[in-house]
C-alpha cells in the first residue's frame, strides 16, 4: 500500500494523456458500464464526469452512488502486458449542485472544450467522484492500493 503523493506524477500523467474512462455503477447488484470523459481534480482527490439525467448511469447513480472507474492507456498491442497502465479508482459519486459548478465545470471544460454546449445544457449533471482508493496495475501484474486521504 502507498500513500497518494507517492504515485501522484504516475496519475497525473495517466489522466492527463486519456480522455475516455469506463465507469462502473450498479442496478441492485448489477453492475452496469459507460464510457465517460473525465478530468481530475490537481490533487486528485476527485473525479468529474457529465451524463444526461435521463441515462441509465444516472439512474444508478441517485440509487447507489457507490462506483469504480478504470482509467487506462492500453493501446491493444501485445505490448501492453508489460507496458500498459492501468487504474481503478473507487468511491463515492454526487451530482454537483448549480451553485457550486463553475469550478469544476471549468476544470473538466478545458480538458473537453467540445463538450461545453452538452454540459451547459439543463439536462446535464456533473458529477463529481470523491476517491476513497486507486488500485494501480502495471507491469501486466504489478498492483499497488493507494489510498486517499480526505
Known amino acids: 500500500m502507498k500513500d497518494l ?19 462502473a455503477t450498479q442496478n441492485e447488484g448489477q453492475p452496469y ?5 473525465f478530468t481530475a481534480s490537481e490533487n486528485l482527490k476527485k473525479l468529474f464526469f457529465a ?15 457507490r462506483v469504480a472507474i478504470l482509467i487506462d ?9 508489460r507496458w500498459a497502465m492501468a487504474v481503478t479508482a473507487t468511491g463515492i459519486a454526487e451530482e454537483i449542485e448549480e ?11 478545458a480538458k473537453h472544450p467540445h463538450l461545453e454546449e452538452f454540459v451547459s445544457s439543463p439536462s446535464c449533471a456533473l458529477l463529481s467522484i470523491s476517491v ?10 504489478k498492483v499497488i492500493e493507494v489510498h486517499v486521504k480526505p
Do not use: I
Not at 458500464?33 to 470523459?37: G, K, P, Q, R
Not at 488500485?135 to 501484474?141: L, P
Open 5 to 23: 503523493d507517492s504515485m501522484k506524477e504516475d496519475l497525473q500523467r495517466l489522466f492527463a494523456s486519456q480522455r475516455l474512462a469506463v465507469l
Open 33 to 37: 458500464t459507460s464510457l465517460v470523459a
Open 51 to 65: 451524463t444526461t439525467r435521463a441515462t441509465r448511469k444516472y439512474a444508478n447513480l441517485k440509487a447507489d452512488s
Open 73 to 81: 492507456n492500453r493501446s491493444n498491442e501485445a505490448t501492453d502486458f
Open 99 to 109: 451553485q457550486e459548478r463553475g469550478a469544476a465545470s471549468k476544470l473538466y471544460l
Open 132 to 141: 476513497d482508493r486507486y488500485y494501480v496495475a502495471s507491469r501486466f501484474q
